[in-house]
């Protein structure tokens, strides 16, 4: 399959080209399409997006040598989406995977299809893939039928080919059909798609188209765009949140060769003809600022954090638990603590932008192009239909980093010196300003009969919004904001897998958002999904304890959705589950100890269905905590690659591990301080398990849904109960750390707090 980049120096950066010249450039060639609108003159998501994208052009084109172009609003983010979004299209053709150009996230060029985000792209970025391309098969089907003087009936469409079915030697390949001309042809409201049991290509492990390039280091990523006459930029953060500029010494890097100062309000940036002068210049730069008054205070995050004002949203309910509790036989009260927790992606932000009078065109990692058009024409001050924004793969991304906030850094500074120029953040920018996963707090509460059952479930979570992404606001960015632009966003995503799947007959889900926040807060990889189900789960295995029950049998007493049951089972068979009381073999006079934990979700109550084995072993007099083996069952329906999604759960058990083990940013009133790999540590190869199994449960009959985040949730509440099992020390606040543990094993809580 070819490489998607999107770049074309050899032309002019700020054209807005037809598809001919845009795919002339990439070696294509196919003429111009009718197209329903201009991509990028949206400055928000229509409700009915798709429906702007009823003609077969907006999404594919066969080329003069047969080969078919793809045009998808879905990004690549490091999943490997581009090759499930080519093998459902190949399927609808029968045609090979290798001879498919995937074009992503260009909006000059390709359909909203909203963000790339919450495990998604499969259910409903695949979709209308699909069925382009069974009305690209009936349409090919129809030429070829005509040109070979059959019905249409009476041919086969296989290979890029159209054959007589009964004469295979009368044929006519794609070229030849369609080669250079447009389909000019509306998807019917219901086009004829494969059945299941006739597919060949959805379903079979086909190895990543992208993982070659990468493997060999000849993959650009958007670190890798050069254009002619590039700059290079770099942003000089204020001292502390909140901090005012007063004034830039200019003369204090006067001896560093060709380099610009740029000041816009609040916003300090420097270009510079060489990335090395740039950052030079950053570093050396003086700049006074009017420090907030109590930049270097500490703060009592989940203290605080139950002062600030606050907004109840109502998430499920059942029954009448205010009547319910006090009738219990015993009521179990716990809180869970949580950090704020950053991306970490290994590679720094970077965009590259080009701004020339009134027009823009900015290259960069985002997640949604569209939503970014209006942050930037906003900040810069050009009409949002002037602006294209073309996405190009970054590093990954684990949700909202600082992928946008880059872009909008690179317009400022291009806009400021007429030149197309590069922002590459640095480390210190990365960990201390992107936006981070929120703190929060859970209380839960369960009243249960005289015999452990439960009865009646409640359940509040404190918590500031799990999204502030652009979606076309200057303020939702930082450059945005140090330009005297306010924050635009609606308090949402706190409430994913707050409720249970678990059926008791009453129960109180409830989040009480909170618009205040030491720290900027955004959407982090399951977003309030994993916090929740460490919560849930957590609070689960010490009911099962005081119930005297297996963690597992427990589970599945309230269970009634056979998926939820399947993955349980199967985690526990694979896992050759010890079936007992958690913590009933504890040896109070070893040092290293053993144990196991096992957690559940389904993700946002209505995807994916995971659960999770953990087993850990432990020295005692460290406090240090290893994961040895984590297993998983997982069922997401129909599996579309099934290597793919063992990829995917795999590296999200391990990504899981490390937010449970490692990571918790550290700040002050002024900023983050845990600004390097030292002070915000992750997981490293030492640290990965020695076993690591996932079992796929392919559900023929069930949509596809999304893998990427929903195998994540599980996974702290599963060690966090094994370490249970191998201490009887529970601990109600992750990260894990040696010293967290330490403390736990010399003042062991009670197993819930009855009340």
Same mark, same amino acid.
């Given at each position: 399959?070819?490489?998607?980049?999107?770049?074309?120096?050899?032309?002019?950066?700020?054209?807005?080209?037809?598809?001919?010249?845009?795919?002339?450039?990439?070696?294509?060639?196919?003429? $111009?399409?009718?197209?329903?609108?201009?991509?990028?003159?949206?400055?928000?998501?229509?409700?009915?997006?798709?429906?702007?994208?009823?003609?077969?052009?907006?999404?594919?084109?066969?080329?003069?040598?047969?080969?078919?172009?793809? %045009?998808?609003?879905?990004?690549?983010?490091?999943?490997?989406?581009?090759?499930?979004?080519?093998?459902?299209?190949?399927?609808?053709?029968?045609?090979?995977?290798?001879?498919?150009?995937?074009?992503?996230?260009?909006?000059?060029?390709?359909?909203?299809?909203?963000?790339?985000?919450?495990?998604?792209?499969?259910?409903?970025?695949?979709?209308?893939?699909?069925?382009?391309?069974?009305?690209?098969?009936?349409?090919?089907?129809?030429?070829?039928?005509?040109?070979?003087?059959?019905? @249409?009936?009476?041919?086969?469409?296989?290979?890029?080919?159209?054959?007589?079915?009964?004469?295979?030697?009368?044929?006519?390949?794609?070229?030849?059909?369609?080669?250079?001309?447009?389909?000019?042809?509306?998807?019917?409201?219901?086009?004829?798609?494969?059945?299941?049991?006739?597919?060949?290509?959805?379903?079979?492990?086909?190895?990543?188209?992208?993982?070659?390039?990468?493997?060999?280091?000849?993959?650009?990523?958007?670190?890798?765009?050069?254009? @002619?006459?590039?700059?290079?930029?770099?942003?000089?953060?204020?001292?502390?949140?909140?901090?005012?500029?007063?004034?830039?010494?200019?003369?204090?890097?006067?001896?560093?060769?060709?380099?610009?100062?740029?000041? +816009?309000?609040?916003?300090?940036?420097?270009?510079?003809?060489?990335?090395?002068?740039?950052? /030079?210049?950053?570093?050396?730069?003086?700049?006074?600022?009017?420090?907030?008054?109590?930049?270097?205070?500490?703060?009592?995050?989940?203290?605080?954090?139950?002062?600030?004002?606050?907004?109840?949203?109502?998430?499920?309910?059942?029954?009448?638990?205010?009547?319910?509790?006090?009738?219990?036989?015993?009521?179990?009260?716990?809180?869970?603590?949580?950090?704020?927790?950053?991306?970490?992606?290994?590679?720094?932000?970077?965009?590259?932008?080009?701004?020339?009078?009134?027009?823009?065109?900015?290259?960069?990692?985002?997640?949604?192009?569209?939503?970014?058009?209006?942050?930037?024409?906003?900040?810069?001050?050009?009409?949002?239909?002037?602006?294209?924004?073309?996405?190009?793969?970054?590093?990954?991304?684990?949700?909202?980093?600082?992928?946008?906030?880059?872009?909008?850094?690179?317009?400022?500074?291009?806009?400021?010196?007429?030149? @197309?120029?590069?922002?590459?953040?640095? +480390?210190?920018?990365?960990?201390?300003?992107?936006?981070?996963?929120?703190?929060?707090?859970?209380?839960?509460?369960?009243?249960?009969?005289?015999?452990?059952?439960?009865?009646?479930?409640?359940?509040?979570?404190?918590?500031?919004?799990?999204?502030?992404?652009?979606?076309?606001?200057?303020?939702?960015?930082?450059?945005?904001?140090?330009?005297?632009?306010?924050?635009?966003?609606?308090?949402?995503?706190?409430?994913?897998? /707050?409720?249970?799947? %678990?059926?008791?007959?009453?129960?109180?889900?409830?989040?009480?958002?909170?618009?205040?926040?030491?720290?900027?807060?955004?959407?982090?990889?399951?977003?309030?999904?994993?916090?929740?189900?460490?919560?849930?789960?957590?609070?689960?295995?010490?009911?099962?304890?005081?119930?005297?029950?297996?963690?597992?049998?427990?589970?599945?007493?309230?269970?009634?959705?056979? +998926?939820?049951?399947?993955?349980?089972?199967?985690?526990?068979?694979?896992?050759?589950?010890?079936? +007992?009381?958690?913590?009933?073999?504890?040896?109070?006079?070893?040092?290293?100890?053993?144990?196991?934990?096992?957690?559940?979700?389904?993700?946002?109550?209505?995807?994916?269905?995971?659960?999770?084995?953990?087993?850990?072993?432990?020295?005692?007099?460290?406090?240090?905590?290893?994961?040895?083996?984590?297993?998983?069952?997982?069922?997401?329906?129909?599996?579309?690659?099934?290597?793919?999604?063992?990829?995917?759960?795999?590296?999200?058990?391990?990504?899981?591990? $490390?937010?449970?083990?490692?990571?918790?940013? $550290?700040?002050?009133?002024?900023?983050?301080?845990?600004?390097?790999?030292?002070?915000?540590?992750?997981?490293?190869?030492?640290?990965?398990?020695?076993?690591?199994?996932?079992?796929?449960?392919?559900?023929?009959?069930?949509?596809?849904?999304?893998?990427?985040?929903?195998?994540?949730? @599980?996974?702290?509440?599963?060690?966090?109960?094994?370490?249970?099992?191998?201490?009887?020390?529970?601990?109600?606040?992750?990260?894990?750390?040696?010293?967290?543990?330490?403390?736990?094993?010399?003042?062991?809580?009670?197993?819930?707090?009855?009340?």
């Amino acid at each position: 399959m070819k490489n998607n980049r999107q770049t074309d120096a050899a032309t002019d950066v700020l054209d807005r080209p037809s598809r001919r010249g845009f795919l002339q450039a990439g070696g294509a060639i196919v003429v $111009s399409f009718a197209f329903p609108m201009l991509a990028s003159a949206q400055t928000s998501t229509p409700k009915n997006k798709l429906a702007l994208y009823t003609g077969l052009d907006s999404w594919l084109a066969i080329g003069e040598n047969g080969d078919v172009t793809v %045009y998808c609003g879905k990004v690549e983010l490091g999943t490997g989406v581009t090759t499930s979004l080519s093998q459902a299209v190949a399927e609808e053709l029968t045609f090979p995977v290798s001879r498919i150009t995937m074009i992503m996230g260009d909006t000059a060029i390709c359909p909203d299809q909203g963000t790339t985000t919450g495990s998604k792209t499969t259910a409903l970025g695949s979709p209308p893939l699909r069925q382009a391309a069974a009305e690209a098969r009936a349409m090919l089907a129809e030429l070829g039928a005509a040109r070979l003087g059959v019905t @249409p009936a009476e041919v086969t469409v296989h290979d890029g080919l159209v054959f007589v079915s009964a004469a295979p030697q009368k044929r006519l390949n794609f070229a030849e059909l369609m080669g250079g001309k447009r389909f000019n042809r509306k998807i019917s409201a219901h086009p004829k798609l494969k059945a299941i049991a006739d597919y060949t290509i959805v379903g079979q492990p086909v190895p990543r188209v992208d993982l070659p390039a990468k493997a060999t280091a000849s993959f650009e990523y958007v670190q890798n765009i050069r254009l @002619p006459g590039m700059l290079h930029g770099r942003v000089v953060r204020p001292a502390a949140i909140g901090a005012k500029l007063v004034r830039v010494d200019e003369d204090s890097i006067k001896k560093l060769p060709g380099v610009r100062v740029v000041t +816009r309000g609040d916003f300090v940036g420097v270009v510079a003809p060489r990335e090395e002068i740039a950052i /030079a210049a950053a570093r050396q730069l003086k700049v006074e600022w009017k420090m907030p008054a109590n930049a270097g205070e500490s703060v009592d995050t989940h203290k605080e954090l139950r002062t600030y004002p606050s907004k109840i949203e109502n998430v499920a309910a059942a029954g009448n638990v205010d009547t319910a509790l006090p009738k219990a036989a015993k009521v179990f009260k716990a809180t869970y603590l949580t950090p704020f927790q950053m991306h970490g992606s290994i590679g720094p932000s970077c965009s590259v932008a080009d701004v020339r009078g009134d027009s823009a065109r900015v290259w960069c990692g985002t997640q949604h192009g569209f939503g970014l058009i209006g942050a930037v024409a906003g900040t810069i001050g050009i009409p949002a239909d002037k602006v294209r924004v073309s996405w190009t793969e970054a590093s990954g991304c684990y949700g909202h980093n600082g992928a946008d906030d880059s872009a909008v850094d690179a317009a400022l500074l291009s806009q400021a010196v007429g030149k @197309p120029v590069r922002v590459q953040w640095m +480390r210190q920018d990365e960990h201390g300003w992107e936006p981070k996963g929120p703190a929060m707090a859970i209380d839960i509460a369960a009243g249960v009969d005289a015999s452990g059952n439960i009865q009646s479930w409640d359940f509040i979570n404190i918590t500031a919004s799990h999204s502030s992404r652009p979606r076309g606001h200057s303020g939702n960015t930082l450059g945005g904001v140090f330009t005297g632009h306010a924050p635009d966003f609606e308090m949402s995503n706190g409430g994913r897998n /707050a409720d249970i799947t %678990y059926v008791v007959p009453d129960k109180r889900i409830r989040i009480r958002y909170h618009n205040s926040s030491p720290l900027r807060a955004s959407a982090l990889r399951g977003l309030s999904g994993y916090p929740h189900t460490f919560a849930n789960e957590t609070f689960m295995d010490e009911l099962a304890t005081n119930a005297h029950a297996d963690p597992v049998a427990f589970r599945l007493r309230y269970l009634k959705d056979e +998926r939820a049951r399947a993955v349980i089972t199967t985690v526990a068979k694979t896992a050759q589950w010890d079936a +007992r009381p958690s913590a009933g073999k504890i040896d109070s006079s070893a040092n290293l100890v053993r144990g196991r934990g096992i957690a559940f979700c389904q993700y946002e109550n209505e995807n994916a269905y995971a659960a999770v084995v953990a087993h850990v072993e432990i020295d005692r007099s460290t406090g240090k905590t290893r994961v040895t083996h984590m297993y998983a069952a997982f069922d997401c329906g129909l599996v579309v690659n099934p290597d793919g999604a063992r990829n995917q759960v795999e590296g999200c058990l391990v990504q899981g591990m $490390s937010r449970a083990l490692f990571e918790e940013v $550290s700040f002050n009133r002024g900023g983050v301080t845990s600004t390097d790999w030292s002070s915000y540590p992750i997981a490293r190869f030492e640290d990965i398990p020695e076993v690591v199994q996932v079992e796929l449960i392919n559900r023929l009959d069930k949509p596809s849904v999304g893998a990427g985040e929903a195998s994540t949730c @599980p996974v702290a509440a599963a060690i966090g109960n094994a370490i249970f099992d191998a201490t009887g020390a529970r601990l109600r606040q992750y990260p894990f750390s040696p010293d967290r543990l330490k403390t736990a094993l010399n003042n062991k809580p009670s197993n819930g707090d009855s009340a």
